[in-house]
């Protein structure tokens, strides 16, 4: 119970510290659970690889996986929803006064600033999936333009899939969820099956 | 002058019971960052239920993505409770983390096998494409109420020219952007010429 409460407070620590995207929080999970001997780094790192394959929010994969391994479901639960507790305290706090204040002119005014980033963060965010999806040789974070040599190594399979989800995304308007599901089919057909055909 | 801002649905139990089904969908189905997460969200609560505008979506992406904690478990909080109050901000948590519970606690028992699994694999490649559809189309829907007019479309390339060549954090530049557009509503507010740029 002790060691319960222990895991609970580690992801409360690791949940309230991470601000922005939930990879901020690989280096603080790594201390927390190395240094309280719950794991061991390359545990860690099998946990994170786990958590990044498996759908649903990264750190709630995480705390999961990582409360299950150490403790079972009820170290599932309890990592689960320690990692949460932090957010649900202060976005709904946040959420009371925001929403009051939301038609305020200089809220609107904040607004009208914070909009336009917002959707130029998500615009930048398609970069990483690029360059990990389809240019995997080139280096990745770094430079925002591939040279030309990994422009023309590029995989026609993943052009392919690639053409294939903007096509149902855009001009059949299916539903996400679809359009996922259906690339991962043609993800194992072009990526798992064909190779064991031609080989 | 709005007094109290009220849930949008206090109490609603049918309408609960379907965001409570759609959270058990944000959080099977997505894949990779909290970003990935939006355009489902902006399927569901603003082109099928018509429960929120688009900017009042981007507003909540905004604040979730400047709290402490994750950004797919703030936003769905803020969401929960715009629309019935704390009883909704926590059956949007549980919906949310619930997927996650189940399907990692199923995986810890294989999870090497699983890592390791060349099918998972090739699923994942076309998964990770698809994704990227994703990205764009909500760059596209969140872009059209969100980046208007010449500030919009001047705040929207700083924020993507400061992504791309500096390394900063995305708060910094969420608090620039309400910076900017507080000054701006404040020049524009004393004369008819004003300007804004700070950035």
Request: with cysteine; net charge positive; glycine share 10%.
């Amino acid at each position: 119970m002790l060691e319960l409460l222990r895991m609970l407070w580690a992801f409360f620590k690791i949940g309230l510290f991470t601000i922005g995207g939930g990879y901020a929080m690989i280096p603080l999970i790594t201390r927390e659970m190395v240094g309280n001997g719950w794991m061991t780094a390359a545990e860690v790192a099998d946990v994170i690889a786990i958590a990044e394959m498996t759908p649903g929010p990264f750190a709630l994969n995480t705390a999961t996986f990582a409360g299950m391994k150490t403790m079972g479901v009820g170290g599932a639960v309890a990592c689960t929803f320690g990692v949460m507790l932090p957010s649900l305290i202060i976005a709904m706090l946040v959420a009371r006064f925001f929403f009051h204040f939301q038609d305020h002119r200089l809220v609107q005014g904040a607004l009208s600033g914070i909009r336009p980033v917002v959707v130029a963060l998500i615009a930048y965010s398609i970069w990483p999936v690029v360059s990990l999806s389809l240019f995997p040789g080139a280096g990745h974070g770094g430079a925002a333009f591939a040279g030309i040599a990994e422009l023309l190594s590029v995989d026609w399979r993943a052009v392919l899939v690639l053409a294939v989800s903007f096509l149902m995304l855009f001009w059949r308007k299916w539903h996400p969820i679809l359009v996922m599901a259906a690339a991962g089919a043609l993800g194992i057909a072009l990526f798992r099956l064909l190779p064991m055909l031609t080989a | 002058m709005k007094q109290r801002i009220k849930p949008k649905f206090a109490g609603d139990v049918k309408k609960m019971t379907e965001l409570f089904i759609i959270t058990l969908k944000l959080g099977a189905f997505t894949f990779g960052g909290g970003y990935a997460m939006f355009p489902l969200m902006e399927r569901e609560y603003v082109q099928n239920k018509k429960w929120f505008e688009t900017d009042e979506m981007l507003d909540i992406l905004a604040v979730s993505q400047s709290l402490p904690g994750m950004i797919s478990i703030n936003a769905s909080i803020m969401t929960g409770y715009r629309l019935f109050g704390v009883l909704g901000a926590f059956v949007a948590v549980v919906g949310l983390s619930l997927p996650s519970l189940v399907t990692l606690s199923v995986i810890s028992f294989f999870y090497v096998q699983f890592r390791d699994n060349e099918y998972v694999y090739a699923a994942l490649q076309g998964i990770r494409l698809a994704v990227i559809g994703l990205l764009v189309q909500a760059v596209v829907k969140l872009g059209k109420p969100g980046v208007r007019g010449a500030f919009g479309w001047i705040m929207a390339a700083a924020a993507l020219a400061v992504s791309l060549f500096l390394d900063i954090h995305p708060i910094l530049l969420i608090l620039a952007g309400a910076a900017a557009g507080i000054l701006y509503t404040i020049a524009s507010g004393r004369s008819a010429k004003g300007g804004g740029q700070d950035a």
